[in-house]
């Protein structure tokens, strides 16, 4: 049977960072009757700490705390996140087999590759779902035939948004969801990976210590926070400009 489509689908290079860029959102979402879901494009095989087997585990762990319906793992080489056909073509069997009406991508800059390339090609993926011819042309050659069945079995379909998490990069963003209500749990899990964020030789120097983790999280959360008058947010950027229908209801207070 077809699962019921996705409100809102997250897209990220490895586990653990949409916990870190908008797991108080997907939370917020799921409170609010949506069904959320994660697609991680790797395994997280060469992360300096753990294991794909073990970040596996603590993925669905996290999962099960921001009450996301739905999360799934592709096989794209970490640390090799690439915008070539063969991997839109994966991204967009997603898109078409869940069928999200939001997705969130990661903000198209940054410092790490993965994370800016994982932006253009959930782009190009989400624009690849809609064409309706996708999958029964020449160019499905070089494709794998099981990616080339799922996607001729689901109808074209393309998201009716797509937003950016900037947590990872300074930029003003457009938008900041208050996760004042969500923050204990987002905290909880970013805190699930344990062998991701329990202190250890490894990396020690891109992690922080684990005394360190929570006031991190919440000054960033804090910092987003206050631009919209709330305790905690997580912030987003829109491309396109937003309609306003009423401007009585316009929300964050100018003066």
Request: with cysteine; hydrophobic share 40%; glycine share 6%.
């Amino acid at each position: 049977m077809t699962p019921p489509a996705l409100d809102v689908l997250a897209i990220a290079a490895h586990r653990d960072d949409v916990e870190q860029t908008c797991g108080g959102t997907l939370l917020r979402m799921a409170k609010l009757g949506a069904r959320t879901g994660i697609l991680d494009l790797t395994q997280g095989e060469l992360g300096s700490r753990g294991s794909a087997e073990s970040r596996a585990t603590e993925a669905s762990d996290a999962a099960r705390i921001l009450h996301v319906s739905w999360r799934e793992a592709l096989d794209i080489p970490d640390g090799r996140v690439e915008n070539t056909y063969a991997n839109r073509v994966k991204v967009a069997r997603v898109i078409r087999e869940q069928r999200p009406r939001v997705v969130v991508l990661p903000y198209w800059k940054g410092r790490h590759p993965d994370h800016y390339t994982c932006a253009t090609l959930g782009y190009e993926a989400c624009f690849l779902a809609g064409l309706r011819r996708l999958g029964h042309t020449a160019a499905t050659a070089d494709i794998e035939p099981f990616e080339v069945h799922r996607l001729r079995n689901h109808e074209p379909h393309r998201p009716f948004k797509i937003v950016y998490a900037t947590l990872y990069y300074d930029v003003r963003p457009t938008f900041v969801v208050d996760i004042t209500s969500e923050f204990e749990a987002k905290l909880e899990s970013i805190n699930a990976y344990k062998e991701q964020f329990s202190d250890q030789a490894a990396g020690s120097k891109d992690f922080p210590a684990q005394a360190e983790i929570r006031e991190r999280v919440a000054c960033l959360a804090h910092f987003y926070g206050m631009m919209a008058g709330v305790k905690y947010g997580e912030p987003f950027f829109q491309k396109e400009v937003g309609l306003v229908e009423d401007l009585r209801t316009v929300p964050v207070q100018t003066l």
